[in-house]
């Protein structure tokens, strides 16, 4: 399935965008980590895709439907997430699932085999007499997934899935997200701890007062690191010798490296190999370092919200 999010706007407040004219897709297969700061519009996108908000603009098409026109297919075709369980104290895990597949038109041996089938997925199998307010918090957020998959969706909306969990439990759902995807599924899912997302996402949609941060075109104007190794030249004799060379503008050094900041871009990092020939610095590690996800995030948001 393809989901195509089209110039999404949505205000809650004169003047100010939650979404501004916001525009990404994904499909079968992918994990898309959805990254920005708090009131970035993230959750009101999800909420939109979901069907549980509606913009004032744009659309949101699955295979070509709209879920603006057609909710009751977007029903069909999503699972929401959302960033904590609601309390129902009383209601056992296979209560909750039963009630939530009836909800989605199971009955019979249907019903039976997909809430046993998403319990076994999730490790559930040994909760499912316990009542939710008995639970964990990791256990509960299985429980919430659970709930988003009891239909069989082609498409997973997890908003801050990984909120509040112990490592263990972090590992357990990104195993699990990791095997959703691999079965096909479409899976949207935001975070504040990107280097979890950076583990289990395929591609990572960053934004930002409500609009999508053009990374590569940011990316252009942002410095690179270099690890170089000179032979030879302990790293705290080799850093003086870097900080000469014209567009290095700060060398770190340390261990068996050091690591020389420069502009972006195959001529400048051609420049810096060929300076180094010049000098007649044998250079026998020249690697440029490209940026992890929290890297990319600190360098190409400001962190406003307004």
Not at 24 to 46: L, Q, Y
Not at 68 to 96: N, Q, W
Request: aromatic letters at 6%.
């Amino acid at each position: 399935m393809k989901i195509e999010i089209k110039n999404i706007v949505k205000s809650f407040q004169r003047g100010v965008n939650a979404v501004d004219d916001l525009s990404f897709s994904f499909s079968s297969g992918e994990v898309v980590g959805f990254v920005g700061p708090n009131g970035a519009g993230k959750t009101t996108t999800m909420r939109i895709l979901a069907t549980m908000d509606i913009p004032d603009s744009g659309d949101i098409l699955l295979d070509g439907h709209s879920v603006l026109d057609e909710p009751e297919f977007a029903h069909r075709s999503i699972g929401f997430m959302p960033d904590d369980l609601p309390s129902l104290g009383d209601t056992t895990v296979d209560e909750y699932l039963d009630f939530f597949g009836r909800a989605y038109g199971l009955r019979g041996k249907a019903l039976r085999d997909a809430v046993e089938g998403v319990e076994e997925f999730t490790s559930l199998n040994t909760f499912r007499d316990k009542t939710l307010s008995a639970l964990s918090k990791g256990m509960k957020q299985r429980v919430s997934l659970a709930r988003a998959l009891v239909h069989d969706p082609a498409v997973l909306v997890m908003d801050e899935p990984a909120n509040g969990l112990d490592p263990r439990a972090r590992i357990e759902l990104r195993e699990l997200v990791k095997a959703l995807a691999e079965n096909g599924k479409a899976i949207l899912i935001s975070s504040h701890i990107l280097s979890e997302l950076e583990e289990m996402c395929t591609t990572s949609v960053i934004i930002e007062r409500g609009a999508r941060v053009d990374v590569e075109k940011v990316a252009k104007s942002l410095d690179v690191w270099v690890k170089i190794r000179i032979s030879g030249i302990e790293p705290d004799d080799a850093r003086p010798k870097l900080l000469e060379i014209p567009g290095v503008k700060e060398v770190q050094s340390g261990g068996r490296f050091c690591r020389a900041r420069i502009e972006s871009g195959d001529g400048h990092i051609a420049a810096l190999a060929s300076a180094l020939v010049e000098r007649r610095l044998l250079a026998v590690h020249f690697e440029p370092e490209t940026g992890n996800l929290e890297d990319i995030f600190m360098q190409v948001t400001k962190g406003s919200l307004a």
